[in-house]
């Protein structure tokens, strides 16, 4: 009688074991999920706005003059600090590496730093007026940042010109006159800058640059040509300080495993 009792209760948890096995065979099988951590992506194009401020030193220095209204004579000259508001667009492309960004950049801004100055080098009496300004500047640099969370800062560095004008009047007899002209100076440019990513699309940020230029020559004779009034200007250095916002197109959010 034991004996058949005990093959009753091995029969049961026989079946028992079975049936949990099958009832686990049944389930279905989930693999646990990988963890990613998502973060913002600097590659692709981008074009924007920037607005903000800049400074100008402007100096001219007269090289020659048998004008007869002209009065400044070789290596008289001056020089003059104006600020004003600079705005204009950008363009470029980001690459990224890690968390390593490169980009080329290309942007133009106009200004409106000018100024007038009277000459008195030869005493009060005397009345050229001077007139200047740097109106509208262009770039082209490359870029190299590093990127963290939507974070991003940057350094730059290459090519910029301005357009610039100088302009003289006399009107005080006995001889009167005036003239302008205008050129384009190359130069270089480094800056540095913060961005932030808003969105995949969306970036603002803000940013300083600094830059400094060539001189060239400017014949302001005016109608006295071929008789000269001749300076070497030049803008000697811009700053500036602008908010930035740009879109950048068809940048996917990118996971780390």
Same mark, same amino acid.
């Given at each position: 009688?034991?004996?058949?009792?005990?093959?009753?209760? @091995?029969?049961? *948890?026989?079946?028992?074991?079975?049936?949990?096995?099958?009832?686990?065979?049944?389930?279905?099988?989930?693999?646990?999920?990988?963890?990613?951590?998502?973060?913002?992506?600097?590659?692709?194009?981008? %074009?924007?706005?920037?607005?903000?401020?800049?400074?100008?030193?402007?100096?001219?220095?007269?090289?020659?003059?048998?004008?007869?209204?002209?009065? @400044?004579?070789?290596?008289?000259?001056?020089? $003059?600090?104006?600020? !004003?508001?600079?705005?204009?667009? $950008?363009?470029? /492309?980001?690459?990224?590496?890690?968390?390593?960004?490169?980009?080329?950049?290309?942007?133009?801004? !106009?200004?409106?730093?000018?100024?007038?100055? *009277?000459?008195?080098?030869?005493?009060? =009496?005397?009345?050229? %007026?001077?007139?200047?300004?740097?109106?509208?500047?262009? *770039?082209?640099?490359?870029?190299?940042?590093?990127?963290?969370?939507?974070?991003?800062?940057?350094?730059?560095?290459?090519? =910029?010109?301005?357009?610039?004008?100088?302009?003289?009047?006399?009107?005080?007899?006995?001889? *009167? !006159?005036?003239?302008?002209?205008?050129?384009?100076?190359?130069?270089?440019?480094?800056?540095?800058?913060?961005? /932030?990513? %808003?969105? $995949?699309?969306?970036?603002?940020? @803000?940013?300083?640059?600094?830059?400094?230029?060539?001189?060239?020559?400017?014949?302001?004779?005016?109608?006295?040509?071929?008789?000269?009034?001749?300076?070497?200007?030049?803008?000697?250095?811009?700053?500036?300080?602008?908010?930035?916002?740009?879109?950048?197109?068809?940048?996917?959010?990118?996971?780390?495993?």
């Amino acid at each position: 009688m034991f004996n058949s009792r005990l093959m009753t209760a @091995l029969a049961f *948890t026989a079946l028992g074991a079975g049936a949990a096995s099958a009832a686990d065979l049944s389930r279905p099988y989930t693999k646990a999920p990988i963890f990613a951590e998502s973060y913002y992506n600097w590659s692709g194009f981008y %074009v924007g706005g920037q607005l903000g401020g800049s400074w100008t030193n402007q100096s001219w220095v007269n090289t020659a003059n048998n004008s007869v209204f002209g009065d @400044l004579a070789p290596g008289q000259g001056f020089g $003059q600090r104006s600020s !004003g508001i600079f705005g204009g667009g $950008q363009i470029g /492309y980001n690459w990224q590496a890690s968390n390593y960004v490169f980009g080329l950049e290309g942007s133009i801004a !106009g200004m409106n730093n000018r100024g007038t100055l *009277t000459n008195t080098v030869f005493g009060l =009496a005397r009345d050229d %007026v001077f007139s200047w300004r740097t109106n509208w500047m262009a *770039t082209v640099t490359g870029r190299v940042g590093y990127a963290w969370a939507n974070n991003l800062i940057y350094a730059k560095g290459g090519y =910029a010109g301005v357009n610039s004008r100088l302009a003289v009047s006399d009107t005080v007899g006995p001889f *009167t !006159g005036s003239g302008s002209a205008s050129a384009w100076h190359n130069g270089w440019t480094v800056g540095a800058g913060w961005e /932030y990513g %808003v969105t $995949q699309n969306w970036i603002v940020g @803000l940013e300083y640059d600094y830059s400094a230029f060539q001189t060239k020559s400017y014949q302001l004779a005016g109608g006295a040509a071929p008789l000269v009034y001749t300076f070497d200007a030049k803008p000697r250095d811009i700053q500036s300080v602008v908010a930035r916002v740009s879109y950048k197109f068809g940048a996917p959010l990118i996971s780390r495993y």
